[in-house]
């Protein structure tokens, strides 16, 4: 079965500062996509990158990118220039090719002013 | 806007009684999945359906919790009976894999719920 792990429960960054978030993954399928969600205190969840599994190139979206290492099946997200609105929970997701989407239990992310 | 929608946004009950919670998934959607977020497990996923069509539900307490989706507009999740530790946030989300494919799933609000 797959699984989605995110080792950090909670990180601080200071504001305008570059963070990594971790996110690793278990899975013997070669097809797959893999996500990051942001859920601000709204709970509303917002997509904030995906990635498919067959690109080598690592997705990117304004501040946010990701490091995907396939081999080490590790899916990291990086946010440059960190902003107060980016405090939030952070998911890690991973979409099978039967489209069952599991998720990471989430980073805490505190942005310190 | 196209959005999920959830109701009841909160909901507070005793232990032992049944509860419903409804799901309208944007149209033209035909997947639909039910998450339970708590602070220990985070987003766990209970079941999902294509076309209607359960495709997994091993997340999900047989024995307490059912899925159905009635017609395509309409998802529902019961819990009958009840018990203090189904409280938790139960999202549904809704996405098309006919033309977005693995692209985007679209969450509704929640609802919060408190088992006392």
């Known amino acids: 079965a797959q699984t989605v792990t995110q080792s950090q429960p909670e990180m601080s960054v200071q504001e305008a500062e570059t963070v990594t978030l971790s996110c690793t993954y278990d899975?013997?399928?070669?097809?797959?996509?893999l996500f990051w969600y942001k859920q601000p205190p709204s709970r509303q969840m917002i997509l904030v990158i995906r990635?498919?599994?067959?690109?080598?190139q690592n997705a990117t979206e304004n501040r946010f990118s990701v490091n995907f290492q396939k081999a080490a099946k590790s899916f990291s997200l990086k946010i440059s220039d960190s902003q107060l609105g980016d405090a939030a929970m952070y998911f890690c997701?991973?979409?099978?090719?039967?489209?069952?989407?599991?998720f990471g239990k989430g980073t805490r992310l505190h942005i310190l002013p | 806007d196209a959005r999920v929608t959830q109701t009841p946004r909160h909901k507070v009950t005793e232990m032992g009684q049944e509860v419903t919670m409804r799901c309208q998934p944007i149209?033209?959607?035909?997947?639909v999945f039910w998450y339970r977020q708590t602070m220990m497990q985070g987003l766990e996923l209970l079941a999902y359906?294509?076309?209607?069509?359960?495709?997994?539900d091993s997340g999900m307490p047989k024995d307490r919790f059912s899925a159905e989706m009635p017609d395509a507009t309409l998802a529902t999740l019961k819990i009958q009976p009840s018990e203090p530790r189904d409280s938790a946030v139960y999202f549904c989300?809704?996405?098309?894999?006919?033309?977005?494919?693995?692209?985007?799933?679209?969450f509704g609000s929640g609802t919060q719920l408190s088992v006392l």
């Open positions: 989300a809704s996405g098309s894999w006919q033309h977005e494919g693995r692209e985007k799933l679209f």
């Open positions: 899975t013997s399928e070669s097809d797959y996509y």
């Open positions: 990635q498919e599994a067959y690109k080598q």
């Open positions: 997701a991973y979409s099978n090719r039967d489209d069952k989407i599991i």
């Open positions: 149209l033209g959607h035909n997947t």
């Open positions: 359906f294509r076309n209607r069509a359960p495709l997994d």
